[in-house]
Each structure stands twice: as C-alpha cells, then as structure tokens.
C-alpha cells in the first residue's frame, strides 16, 4: 500500500488555503469573513498535522520505551505517514545491529566468565584507591569476606601484613609487580600489572606449592646424594695419599690421576653442600668489620696460590672506608671463589681488587688480566654447572658452581654482581653491596675480628 506523504500534504492544503483566499477577495467578501475563514482552514491544517504527527510518533515512543525496558526483540510497525515509516525501518535496522552487537558481547562475555572463573589462581582488578572492582571465584574460596557487588577496600578482606602491605606499595610505584610470600602456610608468587587506559590493577596470585616442593626435592637428593659419596670418595683420597708414597713410578702415575680427580669430586661436594646451606639460609650474619684489615688478610690467604701461579695481587681501597657491615666468613668465600676463578685462567698479570664507596653503598671490582670471556657466554656464567668452554683445559676448571655460590652470597647481601669481559685482556666482576658502609664516626671502640669464626 502506498504511504502518505506528509510534506505533499502540507503543500496541497496550503496551497488549497491560498487558492480559498484568492476567491474569498475576488468575490469581494468582507474582511472580517475572510479573515474568518483562514483562520479556519489553517486550524485544519494544523489539527491535520497533529493527529498525523501523535499518530505515528505515539506508536514510535511506545516502541522505543518498550525497547528501552529490556525488550529487544520488538520492532516498530509499518506507519501510514511516509516520512514516519522512513524513520521507523532506519530505527528497527539499527535495533537489528545493535541486538546482533549485544548477542555477540554476551556470548563473548560469558566465554571470558568461565573461563576467568574456571582459573585456579586468584584473580582479581582494584582501582587507583584501592577499591576491589571485579574478582574471580578462586579470590572469593581465599577471602571469603568479599561479596561480589558491594564496594570493599582490598584492605578489608586481605589481613596478610606481607601481602598488604605490598600491594599498597605497588599502588605508588610504577611498573610489573612480582612477589613471593607464604599465605596459610602455601606459597603464592603475586604478578600485578597496570592498565593505565582504565586506571586499574590487575593481580594475580599463583600458588607455586608444587614448584616450592620439587625444590625441597631436589635440595634433599643432592644433600643425600652429597653426603652419601663423602664417605667412599674420604677413603679412596685417604688411601691413595698413603699410596703415593711408592717409588714405583708406573703405579704413583695412576695413582696421582685417581687422587687428583677424587680430590675434584671431594671439591665438588663441598660445593654442592655450600650452595644448599646458602638456599636454606635466609638471613646473613652481619658485623661491622675494619675492611682494611678484612682485605690484609684475604691477601694472606690467597698469596701462596698466587705465588706458586708467579700473579700479581693489587689492592686498592678508596677513602671512606674504614668500616662495613659485611657477613665476613660468606664475603671472605666471594672473594676467594672470584681471584682463585681469576688466577685458573691467567697466564700473566694478575687480579687487582678495587673498594669505592658512593654514601652508604660499597662498590668492589676484581678484575684480571686473564683470557677473557666470550660474549655470547656472559649471561649465563652465573649458572649451576655452566662451562663457557667445556673443550678448554679441565685441569684448570672448576666445579662449575664457585660462580653461583658467589652470587648467592651477594644476593643475601641485597646485593648485585655484573661481569664485564674482553677476549685476551681479562674480566672484571662489579659488585654492588647496599647500606652497609658505616660513617667514621659511628665507629666503635673494639674493633670486631673480621677472621673470627672463619
């Protein structure tokens, strides 16, 4: 059926008016009649455009309420006024999209809930103030005070001081979050990151118990394992020590080969045993220590190796440095465990060993005039048995773990070591120790024996 047509229907009934004035004047009526009369049919025209215009935007809003009320489904009729109709097939196009856009969004939405929801690690997102905006169901079995739609404060459902005290932190510092604490005797690892765009935080809590546990697996084999071949490698070393008093020469030949490689595997226990001891220890024993005379005696430890290896041993302590708070028996093995490293691949030269403060942190450089380092192997030389060059001389590597026991000693310092090296004129290791040089004036009377208990 053909629409109406609201503007040609305006124009033929003004048009029809202006015709009704022209007879009206021609026919020489009374003003007063024909003022009467325009007044009249423009009523018309207006009462006309009215009901045209109540008619269909009545049925539009009834629609469009309808629409607004949740009922999506729902479509606005054909109307009768071209115009109207017009506008009701572009509003059901755009009903259509938007209802498509809406099924696609609840499908994906309810994809991202169970899948969010079926996540064992905690999960959840907080705003600038802390405000907890969304959590998963694993977050709600841990704090079982939230309550999904009520406004609550990561503060009052999270009471671990650790935990909150640092999400409080990460609130005002920029960047990845990454921590590890116990929470009910389970170990979690908490990752945060930053969505600037939404000005929210979004952590997570992974429970790490299993990786926890394969380390302490792992730890106790090697202790087992250390402590069972200490016995049997202690009696072949005793008895080829008694052996090598033979003059037969064919016989002392074998016997100094047993003895050296028993002797590397006793080293290499030792080793094993130290880094599982440094693992275990999470605290150091700190002294305030006269670095001076701490170094005075490294250089009588360390001088026979370098005298039978004809090096030199340069040490070089900057001003400021008359104290430090150093554990001095696990800082007296870093430096032992770096030159011995140093003097194993040094022909020439030797090790110089520089102190520098800046404030309270102690810089310390040993740096040598050895062979170098690759590059390419520098990354990885702090690794547990990791050899840049296993075809190089094994008479001269070590156990493979000297490197690693030094960085952990550093890192239970608060520390860091960097190396630096180039090929055919040595390495230089940096190490970097945090608030531990004391002010001249804090120094005490007695001095405390920095080799006690060494």
Request: proline share 3%.
């Amino acid at each position: 059926m053909e629409k109406r047509s609201l503007n040609r229907s305006l124009v033929l009934l003004n048009l029809i008016n202006l015709v009704l004035l022209c007879v009206l004047l021609l026919a020489g009526v009374p003003t007063q009649m024909v003022l009467l009369a325009m007044l009249l049919s423009t009523l018309a025209v207006v009462v006309f455009t009215i009901l045209s215009f109540s008619r269909s935007l009545g049925q539009i809003s009834e629609i469009t309420r309808k629409v607004s009320s949740g009922e999506r489904n729902i479509r606005i009729p054909e109307l009768d006024v071209q115009e109207f109709d017009s506008m009701g097939k572009s509003i059901n196009r755009m009903l259509g999209s938007l209802d498509s856009t809406i099924g696609h969004l609840a499908v994906h939405r309810e994809e991202l809930r169970l899948l969010l929801g079926s996540l064992e690690e905690v999960l959840w997102s907080q705003d600038s103030e802390g405000l907890i905006m969304w959590a998963n169901e694993a977050f709600a079995n841990l704090f079982p005070g939230y309550r999904q739609g009520m406004k609550q404060y990561f503060w009052e459902l999270i009471r671990e001081p650790e935990l909150k005290d640092y999400i409080e932190q990460s609130l005002r510092q920029e960047g990845r979050i990454l921590k590890e604490f116990c929470l009910d005797e389970h170990y979690y690892l908490l990752i945060g990151t930053r969505n600037r765009e939404a000005n929210r935080l979004i952590l997570v809590m992974q429970n790490i118990d299993p990786i926890r546990q394969a380390e302490q697996m792992k730890r106790d084999f090697i202790v087992n394992l250390a402590h069972e071949l200490r016995t049997p490698l202690t009696a072949i070393k005793g008895f080829t020590e008694t052996l090598l008093d033979d003059q037969d020469e064919e016989r002392s030949r074998y016997i100094k080969i047993i003895h050296r490689h028993s002797l590397r595997l006793v080293n290499l226990i030792q080793d094993l045993e130290t880094l599982i001891r440094l693992e275990r220890q999470l605290d150091i024993n700190l002294r305030e220590i006269d670095l001076k005379l701490f170094l005075d005696n490294l250089r009588l430890i360390l001088q026979p190796l370098l005298d039978e290896a004809g090096l030199y041993l340069h040490i070089s302590l900057g001003p400021g440095l008359e104290r430090v708070l150093l554990d001095p028996f696990r800082f007296e093995q870093v430096l032992i465990n770096l030159v011995e490293n140093s003097v194993r691949f040094t022909e020439q030269g030797g090790v110089d060993i520089t102190a520098q403060s800046s404030g309270r942190n102690l810089s310390l450089k040993i740096c040598d005039t050895g062979s170098g380092i690759p590059e390419q192997h520098l990354s990885r030389i702090f690794e547990r048995f990791y050899v840049v060059d296993p075809s190089r001389n094994r008479g001269k590597s070590g156990t493979g773990l000297g490197l690693s026991i030094v960085k952990h000693i550093v890192l239970l310092h608060n520390g860091s070591i960097n190396v630096t090296s180039e090929m055919g004129k040595g390495t230089c290791f940096q190490i970097t120790l945090p608030d531990c040089v004391l002010p001249a004036e804090g120094a005490k009377s007695e001095m405390a024996d920095p080799t006690k208990g060494i």
